[in-house]
């Protein structure tokens, strides 16, 4: 399975954009790079997904590299609901399509 | 429509005893997953379900852990014995297929004392 690469924390301002980065260099061609997050005390929450092309649904956007060995998730304008741990993942049928979670990146938006 | 529901929500129990979660998945999913997650870390498949069929359990611990999913909808997981190390939140997740969006649950935290 292709690996991720997080920063371990970030910080951000209310109302402003929040860009979570991602590290994938070893992703193969099939591979879907997948974005969800932790609330505490919650489960985990699908946010977001993509292959080649950039997404944007009523969460986030997603911005995948033309090489597909990062990509960055835009929360546009981050609440503090939006405190949570985000977990990037790569996910294939080579794997049966598991949800391997790193230990994400735990952002925190102040006021 | 109703989430993924677990229940009990948290659970305390001395070591030795055994303990058992419930999960019931969104209706109409065919595949349940149950996870391990253990405090600053993200969370870990434990077994995955396609209907009734376990068809990954590899990194479940068969000598103590043991799950089931009658009539492939509700599911159970049992601990037996529990040890201090199982200390944990348990997650409950499905979807509609095993490519689909998972859909969690809020959990089940565990304390073995």
């Known amino acids: 399975d292709a690996k991720t690469t997080q920063p371990p924390s970030m910080d951000c301002a209310e109302g402003r954009a929040a860009n979570l980065p991602c590290n994938h260099s070893?992703?193969?061609?099939?591979?879907?790079v997948y974005w969800y997050r932790q609330i505490h005390s919650q489960g985990p929450q699908y946010i977001i997904h993509?292959?080649?092309n950039n997404e944007t649904n009523e969460m986030a956007s997603l911005i995948i590299t033309e090489d597909r060995k990062s990509s960055t998730l835009i929360l546009p304008h981050a609440t503090l609901r939006d405190t949570a741990v985000y977990y990037c993942?790569?996910?294939?049928?080579?794997?049966?399509?598991?949800?391997?979670f790193g230990a994400g990146t735990t952002v925190t938006v102040r006021a | 429509e109703a989430g993924v529901v677990q229940s009990p929500r948290y659970k305390i129990i001395e070591k030795k005893q055994p303990v058992a979660f419930w999960c019931n998945p969104i209706?109409?999913?065919?595949?349940l997953y149950w996870y391990l997650q253990n405090l600053g870390q993200g969370p870990e498949l434990l077994i995955r379900?396609?209907?009734?069929?376990?068809?990954?359990d590899s990194q479940l611990p068969k000598d103590r852990f043991s799950a089931e999913r009658l009539k492939g909808v509700d599911s159970t997981l049992k601990i037996q014995p529990a040890e201090l190390g199982d200390s944990a939140v348990y997650l409950c997740?499905?979807?509609?297929?095993?490519?689909?969006?998972?859909?969690f649950g809020p959990g089940t935290r565990l304390t073995v004392l």
């Open positions: 997740a499905s979807s509609l297929d095993r490519d689909g969006e998972q859909f």
């Open positions: 070893t992703i193969s061609g099939n591979e879907y």
């Open positions: 993509g292959l080649k």
């Open positions: 993942i790569v996910r294939s049928s080579s794997n049966d399509y598991k949800l391997s």
């Open positions: 209706s109409g999913h065919n595949t």
């Open positions: 379900y396609e209907n009734e069929e376990a068809v990954d």
